[in-house]
């Protein structure tokens, strides 16, 4: 289990941009792959991207595809959600979370395939 810190969330514009961090102070995160997910109210929890354990593959689900990019700094043991061109159905809070698995080649995008979770960063954009 690690411990994971977001930040970076706020209260922004459509069209917009906010960059998510999420630190994994005392923890050695860089041999899981991580991802990002969203909840937004009265919503069920939303997959939003994924990255393998050393960054080779990515995943987006198709909403945010061309305007949010996922990156990890192994060095930094941190993970980072990119977005760009927000849009009010954006607004949910963000959750990282690491993968059970150490050196999965492909990252899943399936949350019971995660088992350590941040707290969560909220994201609001209004229109």
């Known amino acids: 289990q690690a411990n994971l810190d977001e930040s970076g969330g706020g209260s922004v514009q459509a069209g917009d941009s906010l960059r998510l961090s999420c630190a994994a102070p005392?923890?050695?995160?860089?041999?899981?792959?991580m991802a990002w997910f969203r909840q937004a109210p009265g919503k069920e929890g939303e997959f939003v991207a994924a990255v393998n354990w050393n960054g080779g593959t990515t995943y987006y689900v198709d909403s945010v595809k061309g305007r949010f990019t996922i990156s990890r700094d192994n060095a930094k043991n941190t993970l980072y959600l990119q977005m760009n061109s927000l849009k009010p159905e954006d607004t949910a809070v963000y959750y990282c979370?690491?993968?059970?698995?150490?050196?999965?080649?492909?990252?899943?995008?399936?949350?019971?395939?995660?088992?350590?979770w941040g707290q969560g960063t909220q994201v609001t954009v209004s229109s």
């Open positions: 005392g923890s050695t995160v860089s041999r899981y792959a």
């Open positions: 979370a690491v993968d059970v698995y150490p050196f999965r080649t492909l990252a899943t995008i399936q949350s019971g395939d995660y088992g350590s």
